[in-house]
């Protein structure tokens, strides 16, 4: 499957993006897809995750109560609305996907993941 992100940019501090990562393939609806992000001189890390179906959903405690993720799969697209935002929150974010049943939060675990699209949030 092949993953393309979009939706990134620039937004103030308190400000919402929503983030969007089109797949490809008739298969979509077959994997867990998660969002991780990257900053400048750290790790990439774990932002949500939702399940094949979308009926189970889990969130890093720094995004909890302000990302939601959803997909619809009949679009072949995954979505991370970004309210409440923080300066750092500033990140490269990616979307991947990991076949079956898991959503997990370990970047390893997945299979696939797409180019990333910036997000920068000014102070």
């Known amino acids: 499957v092949q993953l393309q992100a979009s939706g990134g940019g620039l937004v103030q501090a308190g400000g919402s993006l929503r983030l969007s990562c089109a797949a490809s393939g008739r298969t979509f609806s077959s994997y867990g897809m998660g969002w991780f992000r990257q900053a400048p001189g750290k790790e990439r890390e774990f932002v949500a995750a939702i399940s094949w179906s979308g009926g189970t959903t889990y969130y890093a405690d720094s995004v909890k109560g302000r990302f939601t993720i959803s997909r619809d799969n009949a679009k072949n697209t995954v979505y991370l609305q970004m309210n409440s935002l923080k300066p750092e929150d500033t990140a490269i974010y990616y979307c991947?996907?990991?076949?079956?049943?898991?959503?997990?939060?370990?970047?390893?675990?997945?299979?696939?993941w797409g180019q990333g699209t910036q997000v920068t949030v000014s102070s």
């Open positions: 991947a996907a990991v076949l079956g049943m898991r959503y997990p939060s370990s970047a390893s675990e997945y299979d696939y």
